[in-house]
């Protein structure tokens, strides 16, 4: 049985430009399931500069499945880009330190927590994912698109703000895949299922 190497940077030969995501991660705060992969037109290293506001002081966590598809320009905005929306003014005072070093005593910035993208989801070309968002399984994100809020388990999403377009498979067969979970299957057994997953027939995957 020959399985592909989820601990190789480049798993396509000659060809640097697509990379098992989890191996070029540098950030302890990005967390990259196995075999999930990021391609980039110019540079992978591209990934990393698109996670945008990702502030260690803040904590916040970039945490992506297993067996993720990731196009090009896909952007990541973390809490760091938030302001204080409730406030009179939402400019941020404190950071410039001297005599306004004090403006946020006794007061935190907004945070929506960890952003969380499921397992063999496809996010497509120039998509944004907002802070906190929390992606299902299964899920497809349409190029462009501007993802403001949850997005739910096997349904595809497109435009600004996202909208749910339709749900990919019917509520009885996303119940079912929920409950497989392939993805959590040993690799061995997932080569050798390989024709079922590029298939439809949900019911043969049991």
């Known amino acids: 049985m020959q399985i592909p190497d989820k ?3 480049f798993p396509l030969e000659n060809y640097k430009k697509l990379c098992f995501l989890k191996n070029i991660i540098t950030n302890p705060n990005i967390q990259v399931g ?4 990021y391609d980039d037109f110019e540079n992978v290293a591209n990934f990393e500069k698109n996670v945008k506001y990702h502030f260690n ?3 916040d966590k970039l945490i992506i499945g297993k067996f993720c598809m990731i196009a090009s320009n896909v952007t990541f905005f973390m809490n760091g880009a938030n302001h204080l929306t409730e406030a009179i003014s939402s400019y941020p005072f404190a950071i410039f330190g001297k005599d306004w070093k004090n403006a946020m005593d006794g007061k935190e910035y907004p945070t929506k927590g960890n952003t969380i993208i499921g397992n063999d989801v496809w ?3 120039n998509a944004t994912i907002m802070p906190g968002v929390k992606i299902g399984d299964g899920a497809i994100i349409a190029a462009n698109a501007n993802v403001v809020k949850d997005v739910e388990p096997y349904s595809i999403v497109g435009g600004n ?4 377009l339709k749900k990919r498979f019917s509520d009885k067969k996303i119940k079912t895949l929920l409950e497989i979970k392939w993805w959590n299957w040993s690799i061995e057994k997932i080569t050798k299922s390989v024709h079922l997953l590029t298939g439809n027939n949900v019911a043969e995957l049991k």
């Not at 196995?34 to 992969?37: A, F, N, P, S, V």
């Not at 703000?161 to 749910?164: L, N, T």
């Open 7 to 9: 601990d190789i940077k």
């Open 57 to 59: 002081f803040i904590g």
């Open 34 to 37: 196995d075999y999930t992969y």
């Open 161 to 164: 703000p996202a909208k749910e």
């Open 123 to 125: 996010v497509g070309y």
